[in-house]
């Protein structure tokens, strides 16, 4: 049965120790939280795919039947080893369900900005490579002057006076809330 009381659970561990006099501990924390995200989506989008329902009695009616893990596995992950999930369900979920239950994510504004700003980050944590540093300035800090991923991630929103990390955290949550039940067309 699909729940995200894992998830939540996890972001409640990970956020209780965070302190701002150690920084660094935002952006280890969000890295962990957001892979944890994307594993989640991952496992409630083969779930769906398979034809189970969430634990809030939520199934979503498939144009396409996929007859177990392994058949889904096998066309999305075609000659590649990894499936990159996020995009694959962005790319095929409008073709495998009536009403797509991952339209709140792709298909709201707010909701895909976030999402793309959090993989963004995740990138740049993850590698710093160059490339991801380039699209981080652009996505996350509006091409403005660079400055490292934990002070972002501390820093106050004007219009919300939350930080980053809490509009994050909170977006986490409420998408992995609202995918586990039926869309409101």
């Known amino acids: 049965m699909m729940e995200n009381d894992e998830l939540k659970t996890y972001i409640n561990e990970c956020t209780e120790k965070l302190s701002p006099s150690v920084p660094l501990l935002y952006e280890a924390s969000f890295f962990k939280i957001f892979v944890k995200f994307e594993v989640y989506l991952a496992n409630i989008f083969e779930d769906y795919c ?88 652009k996505t996350c800090l509006g091409n403005g002057q660079f400055i490292e991923p934990s002070t972002y991630l501390l820093k106050k929103n004007r219009r919300t006076s939350k930080s980053n990390y809490t509009l994050y955290i909170e977006k986490i949550v409420e998408i992995s809330d609202l995918i586990l039940e039926e869309p409101l067309v």
Request: glycine residues 6%; hydrophobic residues 40%.
């Open 50 to 137: 398979i034809g189970l329902q969430s634990g809030r009695g939520y199934c979503p009616e498939r144009k396409l039947a996929f007859s177990d893990r392994e058949h889904l596995r096998a066309v999305l992950r075609g000659d590649k080893q990894y499936v990159e999930y996020i995009k694959k369900i962005e790319l095929l979920s409008k073709h495998i369900f009536v009403d797509n239950p991952f339209n709140i994510i792709f298909d709201v504004a707010e909701n895909l900005t976030m999402l793309n700003q959090m993989i963004t980050l995740r990138n740049y944590i993850a590698h710093e490579s160059g490339e991801a540093r380039i699209k981080y300035v």
